[in-house]
């Protein structure tokens, strides 16, 4: 045993160089959502300075803007955070810093570009189109004063009230 080894023995005393750091920056991956506005960024987690981790802080804004959305403070066992109902058809920035008890790492970065927005019109199940439809009919004169029965596509109307006003259009 060396000198060096042998007097640290017998004081019992080592000298600790601090190992303790800031974090290392997460690496970013991301996913835009079926939606086309939304997206979902992966966190995956480095280095984190032989501390652990606290939590996680997000900033994003539209490129090239000065109005950053708020800040997003995510727990340190998080591996991803949902944006959603973003601006469409624009191209987006993502800043994300671990932080420990020694510190924040420097920023990771990613950048994105959100759908265009859909022009295209959802399809309307037939009987959701029937109710609009039936929603649409006028009855002109119709007599609610005693018990009717109104029959018709997708509609079937039973009135057993009272009313003692008529209306037409």
Same mark, same amino acid.
């Given at each position: 045993?060396?000198?060096?080894?042998?007097?640290?023995?017998? $004081?019992?005393?080592? !000298? *600790?160089?601090?190992?303790?750091? +800031?974090?290392?920056? !997460?690496? *970013?991956?991301?996913?835009?959502?079926?939606?086309?506005? &939304?997206?979902?960024?992966?966190?995956?987690?480095?280095?984190?300075?032989?501390?652990?981790?606290?939590?996680?802080?997000?900033?994003? #804004?539209?490129?090239?803007?000065?109005?950053?959305? !708020? +800040?997003?403070?995510?727990?340190?066992?998080?591996?991803?955070?949902?944006?959603? =109902?973003?601006?469409?058809?624009?191209?987006? +920035?993502?800043?994300?810093?671990?932080?420990?008890?020694?510190?924040?790492?420097? !920023?990771?970065?990613?950048?994105?570009?959100? &759908? %265009?927005?859909?022009?295209?019109?959802?399809?309307?199940?037939?009987?959701?189109? #029937?109710?609009? %439809? %039936?929603?649409? /009919?006028?009855?002109? #004169? /119709?007599?609610?004063? #005693?018990?009717? $029965?109104?029959?018709?596509?997708?509609?079937?109307?039973?009135?057993?009230?009272?009313?003692?006003? %008529?209306? =037409?259009?």
């Amino acid at each position: 045993m060396g000198a060096l080894w042998s007097g640290l023995a017998k $004081t019992g005393t080592f !000298p *600790l160089k601090s190992t303790l750091r +800031e974090p290392s920056a !997460p690496k *970013l991956e991301g996913q835009v959502g079926e939606d086309g506005n &939304s997206i979902k960024v992966n966190l995956i987690k480095q280095d984190d300075g032989g501390s652990p981790i606290r939590h996680y802080l997000i900033k994003y #804004r539209v490129k090239h803007s000065s109005d950053w959305k !708020p +800040e997003i403070r995510l727990p340190s066992g998080s591996d991803h955070v949902m944006l959603k =109902s973003l601006d469409w058809n624009s191209e987006y +920035e993502v800043f994300v810093i671990a932080e420990n008890l020694q510190g924040k790492s420097k !920023p990771a970065h990613y950048a994105f570009r959100t &759908s %265009a927005q859909p022009t295209i019109i959802p399809a309307v199940s037939q009987a959701a189109a #029937r109710r609009h %439809a %039936a929603s649409k /009919l006028v009855f002109p #004169r /119709l007599d609610l004063t #005693r018990r009717s $029965t109104i029959d018709g596509p997708g509609l079937h109307f039973m009135w057993l009230g009272y009313l003692d006003f %008529a209306t =037409s259009d």
